[in-house]
């Protein structure tokens, strides 16, 4: 489910098969991260992600077809509440040197038999490269991050 509203932030959640822990840590984890980044790829391509995971610390990840051709997004942690909430001052840039920075807020709530993540970006600069993220960005996330969980016995 993707919502978005006339002041350019980003809702959107997705049910994944797993306990709200698991999904925090596959979401946190630089060595889990680097699975699921890759997961669905026929030609997995370059990834790199680095996590300090405390207020104030940093995730830095660079990905993309190749090591010279990289997207790179580097997210400060403002407020990490293990397994419930994290919040992140996000700097991304494309291989082309634009640059775009956002807020993201990232909760993760009992759901059934598994957790709903949800995200709420803010600060997109148009409304087309927020409606990008909720339909390409943030939907691939979820789909990778499932197929991680399902793949690594995670799932529920």
């Known amino acids: ?81 293990r397994p419930h909430r994290l919040v992140t001052d996000s700097v991304g840039r494309t291989p082309e040197g634009e640059e775009m920075a956002t807020r993201i807020t990232v909760t993760f709530e009992p759901d059934g038999d598994g957790t709903l993540m949800s995200v709420h970006q803010a600060g997109f600069p148009v409304p087309e490269v927020r409606d990008f993220f909720g339909a390409e960005v943030w939907n691939g996330a979820f789909a990778r991050i499932a197929a991680y969980l399902d793949r690594t016995g995670n799932a529920t």
Do not use: C
Request: charged fraction near 30%.
């Open 1 to 81: 489910m993707t919502d978005t509203t006339d002041d350019l932030d980003l809702r959107t959640s997705r049910h994944l098969p797993a306990t709200p822990e698991e999904v925090f840590d596959a979401y946190t984890d630089a060595e889990k991260q680097k699975a699921w980044f890759t997961i669905l790829d026929d030609e997995p391509g370059y990834v790199d992600i680095s996590v300090d995971l405390r207020v104030g610390g940093q995730q830095v990840a660079a990905w993309g077809p190749s090591e010279d051709v990289v997207f790179r997004e580097t997210q400060t942690f403002v407020e990490i509440d």
